[in-house]
């Protein structure tokens, strides 16, 4: 039996999200075309009779300019501790340079598997190119290419990790595929909305609380609050004649109904707590450490 921790690292883009929500087929991390979406260290256990892999989305690494970036950077190196192994996942049109400089300052201690995404957008060329490159990286023991949006060849892209993988009793005796309450993945559609509708930088700007989760008979009950740092943020969200927000939620609540398979009733409200990403206790109250 192989057991262990396999936590991914990259910058943001890079496909950390989708590359997860690949391996586990389902939708556990959410996904946006906008930088810094994943806020969390999120942990998928994927397991079958000879093997159990935790698998761990983390933020994208990013240079801290508020408390918030810091909570999520420390989320990183919470991954950097446990791990058995690193997944290094590049986009391979990104530049290999930068992304060496920050996986060398990871400064790891556990064996590597590079992953070379998005080879669907890219020349053969390319890819041969970055094959090159962090080959010769002394903390990369392996390769694979793969484009995690258009599918991936799953035997082929384990087989690395498990070859690295430690021996043991699995660290999960149950059939779950997260550590993580149903709450927080439903707060996670609710602001995976938000990134998809609203403009500029008002997506960095909101945090999602779920205050009320209650399962009645014949449906679930979320009252959740959006909370942005002004008030006009919380107009845009709001929308002409409540336009914006009744979008948001309809979008959200379909995505939570698929997810929890059962109806939902859901109420979202907008709030304002001025400068929140730079508060202690906001940040704790919205789930942002401890």
């Given at each position: 039996m192989k057991s262990g921790f396999v936590n991914i690292f990259g910058r943001p883009n890079a496909g950390k999200s989708t590359l997860l929500n690949a391996l586990m087929g389902e939708k556990l991390a959410i996904v946006s075309h906008k930088v810094q979406t994943t806020r969390h260290r999120i942990k998928a256990i994927l397991t079958e009779k000879d093997y159990q892999i935790i698998f761990?989305?983390?933020?994208?690494?990013?240079?801290?300019?508020?408390?918030?970036?810091?909570?999520m950077m420390q989320s990183v190196k919470g991954a950097l501790e446990d791990a058995d192994v690193a997944l290094l996942i590049v986009d391979v049109n990104d530049d290999w340079e930068t992304c060496d400089s920050i996986f060398s300052a990871l400064r790891l201690r556990v064996p590597a598997v590079l992953v070379l995404n998005k080879i669907d957008r890219a020349s053969q060329e390319r890819i041969q190119g970055a094959k090159d490159f962090f080959s010769a990286k002394p903390y990369c023991k392996n390769i694979v290419a793969i484009s995690?949006?258009?599918?991936?060849?799953?035997?082929?892209?384990?087989?690395p990790i498990l070859e690295l993988l430690?021996?043991?009793a699995p660290f999960y005796e149950d059939d779950s595929i997260s550590d993580l309450p149903e709450k927080f993945f439903v707060s996670e559609l609710i602001r995976e909305k938000i990134y998809e509708l609203a403009q500029d930088e008002i997506p960095y700007h909101t945090a999602v609380l779920i205050r009320e989760f209650k399962e009645k008979q014949t449906l679930t009950k979320i009252v959740a609050d959006i909370i942005v740092h002004r008030e006009t943020q919380k107009m845009i969200l709001i929308g002409e004649k409540g336009s914006m927000i009744k979008k948001i939620g309809t979008m959200a609540r379909a995505?939570?109904?698929?997810?929890?398979?059962?109806?939902?009733f859901l109420e979202l409200f907008v709030k304002v707590k001025p400068k929140w990403r730079d508060n202690d206790l906001h940040l704790r109250e919205y789930g942002y450490g401890q």
């Open positions: 761990s989305d983390t933020p994208g690494i990013i240079n801290p300019e508020y408390k918030l970036h810091e909570k995690a949006l258009t599918g991936i060849n799953f035997k082929k892209f384990l087989q430690p021996e043991g995505d939570i109904e698929s997810f929890l398979d059962r109806k939902v």
